[in-house]
């Protein structure tokens, strides 16, 4: 089974075992819903349901179904949440996962020939932009806007581009 990690628990809030948390996801708003299940990175076996979970500051408040106390809550400091593969949810149309596209062939539609692979993902703003290293290893960036990305098909890891000239 794949986990992926989801936070960091930093350390207690309150007295009733709601716990603060630095993100290491993108979806905190589906990882941290009411019902949604996750466990701690060594000790999978042991899942926690999330009651609620709320952004604070830079950070996300977090209460569990079974955490109900400050002493259970203290027992989670320094640990990490996963969420288990089958437990996570759908994505919306158009939006991946880092590790569905990093390694991808990026294919020119237009000619069908492979123009090389996704190397890297930045988040610098508006969109994502993804690092394309050529065969020679030479790179270039595209961003992730639907007049470049034609395409994504994740389970063959190829992406379809129409390269703008200048872009290469």
């Known amino acids: 089974m794949q986990y992926y990690d989801v936070a960091k628990v930093l350390t207690t809030h309150g007295l009733n075992g709601e716990v603060k948390v630095s993100l290491i996801t993108d979806f905190p708003e589906e990882r941290f819903a009411p019902g949604s299940v996750l466990s701690l990175k060594n000790d ?34 320094g640990k990490i949440l996963v969420v288990s593969e089958e437990n996570q949810q759908e994505l919306p149309e158009g939006v991946y996962y880092y590790r569905d596209i990093l ?10 020939n492979r123009i090389g692979k996704v190397t890297d993902i930045q ?34 890891k190829k992406i379809y581009v129409e390269l703008m000239e200048g872009l290469r």
């Open 44 to 77: 999978t076996e042991r899942t926690l349901t999330v009651k609620s979970g709320r952004p604070f500051k830079q950070f996300w408040l977090v209460q569990f179904e079974e955490i109900t106390d400050i002493e259970q809550a203290e027992k989670l400091r």
């Open 103 to 112: 390694d991808s062939d990026v294919i020119d539609e237009e000619t069908g």
């Open 123 to 156: 988040a610098p703003g508006a969109n994502d932009v993804w690092e394309v290293t050529e065969d020679d290893g030479s790179t270039f960036l595209i961003p992730y806007i639907p007049d470049v990305v034609k395409k994504v098909d994740v389970e063959n």
